[in-house]
T-cell receptor, first 111, second 112 residues
């Protein structure tokens, strides 16, 4: 099973762009890369998912290089409400839906 | 559309007691999963199901049982609670592989 490595914590200020990088050296051909956000006392919430190159939605962008051994979640112009734990997941594209969560990155946004 | 619901929100058990954590979803998702979350360890997969009548073990299945008699419900049973099972438990559902998972609000369980 592919494991992920991400920084334990990051600090930022309101209005800045934040990039959180995740490494997944043994990613398999069928694996997707997914990012979730979790606030205290809540379940994780889906942010974005990709397979290769770049994916963008209304809240974030996901950059995946050609070798797919890492990925970067980009949050444009963060606000205080973006303070949360962010999880990078690498999951099977096969018959099961086993997703392995890492320990996550605590993003602290300051005024 | 309630999404994924879990009951109870909080529970305190004594060692050796049994209980069932309830999980239900109203999105007609085939896939459902149970995770536990412990400080500094992220979420770990306990059991999952790819459809009614089909379940399989995840990363940390010992001490837990599951069954899936309907598409909507996926209960998690603790047959003999142990202090090591003190954790926050999350249920999730998704319509299939490669699609986003929807998580419930969690159940905080304390075993004394």
């Amino acid at each position: 099973l592919a494991k992920t490595t991400q920084p334990i914590s990051m600090d930022s200020y309101e209005g800045q762009e934040v990039n959180i990088t995740c490494s997944h050296n043994n990613i398999a051909t069928n694996d997707y890369i997914t990012w979730y956000q979790q606030f205290p006392s809540q379940g994780p919430r889906f942010i974005i998912q990709g397979y290769k190159t770049k994916v963008t939605n209304e809240v974030a962008s996901l950059f995946i290089p050609a070798d797919r051994k890492s990925s970067t979640l980009s949050l444009p112009r963060v606000s205080l409400s973006d303070t949360a734990v962010y999880y990078c997941l690498v999951g099977y594209g096969g018959a099961t839906n086993k997703l392995i969560f890492g320990t996550g990155t605590l993003l602290a946004v300051q005024p | 559309n309630a999404g994924v619901t879990q009951t109870p929100k909080f529970q305190v058990l004594k060692t050796g007691q049994s209980m069932t954590l309830q999980c239900a979803q109203d999105m007609n998702h085939e896939y459902m999963s149970w995770y536990r979350q412990d400080p500094g360890m992220g979420l770990r997969l306990i059991h999952y199901s790819v459809g009614a009548g089909i379940t399989d073990q995840g990363e940390v299945p010992n001490g837990y049982n599951v069954s899936r008699s309907t598409t909507e419900d996926f209960p998690l049973r603790l047959l003999s609670a142990a202090p090591s099972q003190t954790s926050v438990y999350f249920c999730a559902s998704t319509r299939g592989v490669g699609y986003e998972q929807y998580f419930g609000p969690g159940t905080r369980l304390t075993v004394t």
